[in-house]
């Protein structure tokens, strides 16, 4: 079969197509596994003060936090059978260095926070992290 000059070009068209959905779809899944999202689950009122609760256990759920500024705020970090890494606390912005029981929950004041201050901790390796954006 002689393969001519349109054919060439069809088939050429087709890798293009091919490589270019590859291309994007790989995009496509690095961008979704970078994308974090912030949220306020977990973000609750208690007579006066805000309480974050953040599960803490090959990773922090969730680990990305939007918290109310100026009002008192307390964090409650809850583990459960946890024996990672994450049962070791360190909050470096409030000189937090701790080991967190294997179940329970541990609270730390937080105080109040002015708005576009951000409160990061981490694990025992510094692997996982979890921010705390106040607004
Ligand atoms: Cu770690």
Redesign the pocket.
């Known amino acids: 079969m002689k393969i001519n000059k349109k054919q060439t070009l069809q088939v050429s068209v087709l890798i293009f197509a091919f490589l270019s959905v590859a291309v994007a779809g790989v995009l496509l899944a690095k961008s979704n596994a970078t994308v974090v999202e912030y949220t306020n689950k977990g973000v609750r009122l208690e007579s006066g003060v805000q309480v974050i609760s953040i599960k803490a256990g090959l990773g922090y759920a969730p680990n990305r936090i939007l918290a109310q500024a100026n009002i008192p705020t307390r964090l409650d970090i809850e583990t459960n059978n946890t024996y ?3 049962a070791y606390l360190n909050i470096p912005k409030l000189n937090v260095k701790e080991f967190l029981p294997p179940t329970g929950v541990t609270q730390v004041q937080l105080e109040s926070r002015a708005s576009g201050e951000e409160i990061e901790g ?7 992290k979890f921010i705390i954006k106040f607004s």
Not at 122 to 128: E, H, K, P, V
């Open positions: 990672d890494c994450t981490y694990c025992g390796s510094d692997t996982y």
